[in-house]
Nanobody
Framework: QVQLVESGGGLVQAGGSLRLSCAAS????????MGWFRQAPGKEREFVAG????????YYSDSVKGRFTISRDYAKNTVYLQMNSLKGEDTAVYYC????????????????WGQGTQVTVSS
């Protein structure tokens, strides 16, 4: 069974940092592009960051570019999202997703989804 399990969310003050983790099943992790997405109350889910299956290509939304970094650890079957200089508008539920196409990830499409982790940034 395919599983994506996020962790690392929480409450942080504006300007602070958090690191989200997404643990994936082995087959998915090695063969699929991975992405982070977020959904704020009353808004649609949006793309945040994506990384190719090889780790050689990354993409970021304009709103997080320069502040967030996506990475993957093959030994731990885990993808990370390092979030720095957090702002109130970063408050959302963050989801991990996996897809065979990084292109689909960039358009907020994923074949597999995690359950989400809440990130709240207080000002």
């Amino acid at each position: 069974q395919v599983q994506l399990v996020e962790s690392g969310g929480g409450l942080v003050q504006a300007g602070g940092s958090l690191r989200l983790s997404c643990a994936a099943s082995g087959r998915i992790f090695r063969d699929y592009a991975m992405g982070w997405f977020r959904q704020a109350p009353g808004k649609e889910r949006e793309f945040v960051a994506g990384i190719s299956w090889s780790g050689s290509t990354t993409y970021y939304s304009d709103s997080v570019k320069g502040r967030f970094t996506i990475s993957r650890d093959y030994a731990k079957n885990t993808v990370y999202l390092q979030m720095n200089s957090l702002k109130g508008e970063d408050t959302a539920v963050y989801y991990c997703g996996a897809d065979s196409s990084l292109g689909d990830v960039r358009f907020s499409r994923a074949q597999y989804w995690g359950q989400g982790t809440q990130v709240t940034v207080s000002s």
